[in-house]
């Protein structure tokens, strides 16, 4: 059963344009939030989070915006850059109501074209 | 701050071995989680430790298994393997507890242990 999902497996993006990444949860319990970038034969790296008490956060050419109504949160990079194709997770936290566990999804793999 | 240490980075074995993974977390962080990523499925939640106690399991054959030291170093066993066991398994340290309006505190993976089973 995934409780995190990213329904697009791969995005291309021309360089210095937007990059859109998407990601649905299911569980209404889920109050925390989180991105993490991958590159191939490194571990994710966290990149950006945001809480439920918010429906956006900065960081950055990053911004993540959360609709906690659908369900649903997306990761903004403007400007896109060669050096930001990589693999996106989003993944998701209740706390101890969760089980104190990280949700991921199955990852975006997002290519900017120089 | 050195980040998260798992070793070794690559490791093959023939179907029926075992194989112990080692991760030394963050300073200071006492949670360790373990993941396995595969193709397609994402990261894939096999237990966190915290306290030398296993305070959650993903839903994994009892084949998996894991421990963690008084200094929080863990380390993951699998037994019996099988083909369909090859695949990334990450180690992630965090601070425990929550962190006020945040929510949590983010987990920090290492580089991984890619295992191949032939």
């Known amino acids: 059963d995934q409780q995190v999902k990213q329904n697009s497996p791969s995005l291309s993006v021309q360089e210095g344009r937007i990059s859109i990444l998407n990601c649905d949860y299911t569980n209404s319990m889920f109050d925390y939030f989180l991105w993490y970038k991958k590159y191939p034969a490194e571990g994710p790296t966290f990149l950006i989070s945001i809480s439920s008490i918010k429906d956006k956060n900065e960081d950055g050419r990053f911004t993540v915006f959360l609709n906690k109504s659908a369900k649903h949160l997306s990761l903004h990079i403007v400007p896109s850059q060669p050096g930001d194709s990589a693999v996106y997770f989003c993944?998701?936290?209740?706390?101890?109501?969760?089980?104190?566990?990280?949700?991921f999804g199955t990852g975006t793999s997002l290519t900017v074209i120089p | 701050k050195a980040g998260v240490t798992q070793t070794p980075r690559y490791l093959i074995k023939t179907r029926g071995q075992q194989v112990t993974l080692s991760c030394s977390p963050i300073s200071g962080h006492r949670s360790v989680s373990w993941y396995q990523q595969t193709p397609g499925q994402g990261l894939q939640f096999l237990f966190e430790?915290?306290?030398?106690?296993?305070?959650n399991k993903g839903n994994f054959p009892g084949r998996f298994s894991g421990r963690q030291f008084s200094n929080s170093r863990s380390e993951m066993n699998v037994s019996t393997l099988e083909l369909g066991d090859s695949a990334l398994y990450l180690c992630?340290?965090?601070?425990?507890?929550?962190?006020?309006?945040?929510?949590?505190?983010?987990?920090?993976f290492g580089n991984g242990t890619r295992l191949t089973v032939t």
């Open positions: 430790y915290f306290s030398e106690t296993q305070r």
């Open positions: 992630a340290s965090s601070r425990d507890g929550r962190s006020g309006v945040l929510g949590a505190w983010p987990l920090h």
């Open positions: 993944a998701a936290s209740g706390g101890p109501i969760t089980g104190n566990q990280f949700y």
